[in-house]
């Protein structure tokens, strides 16, 4: 099931604004300045794959910045690979600048800034995913982003029919498939970033990259298993705990510090959802594998500083006995943007 969100029912004076939230919100947090006269078009459709988000965008003329400010109210470190449709784009970070044409891809990472140029209406393909599901070292992904990769750049002829057959039939796929074909990408994007930022030469230690991306991938897909833990990881893998241990001795956290830190992950997203009937706060712990709800509330409070009902409270802007009904649907808060917010309503298809 896609969300959708378009300006076509939009009163023009609140088009932009409404499209600076809609993006913003889909996407990450940014800011959306058209670059045209008469009143802004634009559409964006999302769907997930596991933890892999595909978004299509199509817009008139527009500059997307993505600022410094704007990061540190979103610190969640995302990878993302845009797929110029139609249209072209400037496109800079790192202080590179690339000309994307269509049939181009482009890396990029949100925790730095970046802005994209839209010249005319355009179309693109945007998949987001944890950076950390990657595997790779910053410094490699430092050096791959920037610069736009065209079919005839070795795996970019490879990848980019594949993202584009994706993104048109991701929304249809059962979600054990939808599960498998995230990991299937994730590990094509570590391979792209592995051969641009060592172009020429072999990636090394691929065995290694490859076993590492299997624990992220099986982690995955069990989050919920109460029984998910290094030693099990290792017997699923056929490899010993000790090796396993050792090969996460680069990747700048232990595997059950990880587990711990994506279960909380989902524990937030979830209870930051606004729903007309909310789930415990016990059950959302329960469903992503915590045992102990008194375990859960003390590592919620390390990690975000706040316990999971004032979390709750603070992203869903109301006060509300847990499993009971609001007696109105609560406001969606404002992202950082510096356009006024208009009213979002989306359509499913």
Request: charged share 25%; with cysteine; hydrophobic share 40%.
């Amino acid at each position: 099931m896609s969300m959708v969100l378009t300006t076509a029912s939009v009163p023009d004076r609140d088009k932009v604004a409404y499209w600076n939230e809609a993006v913003s919100r889909t996407l990450v947090p940014m800011t959306v300045a058209p670059l045209g006269d008469g009143p802004f078009d634009g559409r964006i459709a999302t769907h997930r794959l596991g933890y892999l988000q595909i978004s299509t965008l199509e817009a008139d003329a527009e500059r997307v910045s993505r600022t410094p400010a704007l990061i540190t109210r979103s610190p969640e470190a995302l990878m993302a690979v845009g797929v110029q449709i139609s249209g072209t784009a400037t496109f800079v970070q790192d202080g590179r600048r690339a000309k994307v044409r269509a049939g181009d891809l482009v890396l990029y990472d949100t925790t730095r800034p970046y802005c994209f140029e839209y010249p005319r209406r355009f179309a693109a393909h945007v998949f987001q995913l944890p950076r950390r599901a990657l595997g790779v070292p910053d410094s490699d992904i430092r050096r791959a982003t920037g610069d736009a990769i065209g079919t005839e750049d070795g795996l970019g002829a490879m990848l980019l029919p594949f993202l584009a057959n994706l993104a048109s039939s991701a929304d249809s796929c059962p979600a054990a498939v939808a599960n498998r074909l995230a990991g299937n990408v994730v590990e094509l994007f570590a391979t792209l970033i592995a051969e641009r930022a060592h172009p020429g030469g072999a990636v090394a230690d691929t065995a290694r990259g490859h076993l590492v991306l299997q624990v992220r991938e099986h982690i995955e897909r069990n989050l919920g298993d109460p029984a998910l833990s290094p030693e099990s990881i290792a017997r699923t893998l056929r490899i010993s705990t000790r090796y396993l241990h050792r090969l996460f001795e680069d990747e700048e956290i232990t595997v059950a510090r990880l587990i711990q830190q994506r279960r909380l992950e989902e524990c937030s997203r979830e209870l930051a959802r606004r729903a007309r009937t909310a789930p415990t706060v016990s059950s959302v712990a329960q469903r992503w594998g915590f045992v102990s709800p008194a375990h859960f509330s003390r590592a919620f409070r390390a990690a975000y500083g706040v316990s999971p009902r004032e979390w709750r409270s603070l992203r869903t802007g109301q006060e509300q006995v847990e499993g009971q009904l609001p007696v109105d649907p609560p406001t969606p808060p404002t992202t950082a943007i510096s356009q006024p917010r208009a009213a979002l309503p989306a359509s499913r298809e």
